[in-house]
């Protein structure tokens, strides 16, 4: 019954990508959608990243990886190497859990 309703899912998920590379000639989208469409794709990552960072299944996660995740944001935002983004983010919020910080 799995394997049946994970090949369900896939092909549901081919066709719909497909859909859309066959009906993009018929399709027109008016020229405010069209501005729209990548701000909406990039609410819906931060939408994404903030669920990501404040949540642990349907609780909220403490400060600690909300912290971690905030300093991440600032180097990255400094334009700092990924590497030392990660590492410090990552060092941020184990120290904090460490220190009995949830």
Do not use: H
Request: no cysteine.
């Amino acid at each position: 019954m799995l394997i049946a309703a994970i090949l369900a899912l896939g092909m549901g998920t081919y066709a719909i990508r497909l859909s859309g590379v066959l009906l993009r000639e018929r399709l027109e989208l008016s020229d405010n959608l069209q501005r729209l469409l990548p701000m909406a794709a990039a609410s819906l990552l931060a939408a994404l990243a903030a669920t990501a960072a404040l949540m642990a299944g349907s609780e909220f996660t403490g400060p600690a990886r909300p912290t971690g995740v905030l300093i991440g944001a600032v180097l990255a935002y400094r334009r700092a190497p990924f590497v030392a983004v990660v590492l410090a983010a990552a060092t941020t919020t184990a120290l904090l859990r460490l220190a009995g910080v949830p």
